[in-house]
């Protein structure tokens, strides 16, 4: 009888045990994932790190995932710190043909610089018209206006940047089209 009496008071005493927190656990940093500069090879890491240390990270050149990369536009850390495009760089000179879908009888030369996702410029067609462009990216969209009046909304670059090929509708209404590469 006094042995299970004893028994008894064990478990008790163990079920009291289980149900109160550790200290070393409740205590325990979280840890955040950084962006890690390898020295050695240049490259950005994935690495977990205690919340506690995060700052010095930041303070000697890591960066968090998600975090523009500087001097590439349109270009972030991703979530493995590979570097990852969220939006289109429209950025530089463009020859192409553009006009009604199926007839691109219009060849031009078109300059773009873009800030952000604001992009300006100048379009000049081989029959002697130039235009002032302004236009938005958004993702890989690229919408733009001409100082005529005409617009359109094309598909931005593909993912190298290298090409643009998309439809529109000019200020009249019309199906337009235009092919270009950088």
């Known amino acids: 009888m006094k ?35 390898d020295k050695d090879s240049g490259a950005f890491i994935l690495i977990n790190i205690s919340d506690n240390a995060y700052d010095s990270h930041l303070n000697h050149g890591d960066v968090n995932p998600g975090d523009p990369i500087p001097g590439m536009l349109g270009m972030t850390y991703g979530e493995d710190c590979a570097p990852v495009r969220v939006f289109a760089d429209v950025t530089g000179t463009w020859t192409g043909a553009s006009g009604l879908v199926g007839n691109l009888a219009y060849t031009f030369t078109m300059i773009l610089t873009q800030d952000g996702t604001s992009v300006n410029g100048t379009i000049v067609y081989s029959i ?27 598909v931005a670059p593909d993912t190298t940047g290298s090409s643009i090929h998309g439809f529109g509708f000019d200020s009249s209404g019309y199906a337009v089209e235009i092919l270009a590469t950088k």
């Open 3 to 37: 042995a299970q009496k004893y028994f008894g008071v064990i478990v008790i005493l163990a079920l009291l045990f289980a149900l109160v927190p550790s200290t070393s656990v409740s205590a325990a940093a979280s840890k955040v994932p950084v962006c890690h500069l």
């Open 128 to 154: 002697g018209i130039t235009r002032n462009v302004t236009g938005t990216v958004i993702g890989s969209t690229f919408e733009f206006t001409t100082a005529a009046g005409y617009w359109a909304t094309f």
